[in-house]
């Protein structure tokens, strides 16, 4: 996973959609790897049962579907 964005970072983004337990900050296409991905910034942490807080979830558009690829702290 070559793209990191830390939680700063994305907290500052507006939020494109909320899910359950994390906002959608980023999703865009890489026209030099052809590739979609979207950047997640979750809204729990380590109180509410997570291994740390502001926690970041990579997916990646393939094969027709959304997969995560990569999660971190941020």
Known sequence: ?????????LRAMPTIKEGHFENLKMEYFSAT???MMRFWLSRCGVTDGLPYDDGVRVE???NGRWATVCEYQG
């Open 1 to 9: 996973m070559k793209v990191r964005h830390t939680a700063e970072t």
């Open 33 to 35: 790897e052809n590739k």
């Open 60 to 62: 990646l558009f393939r």
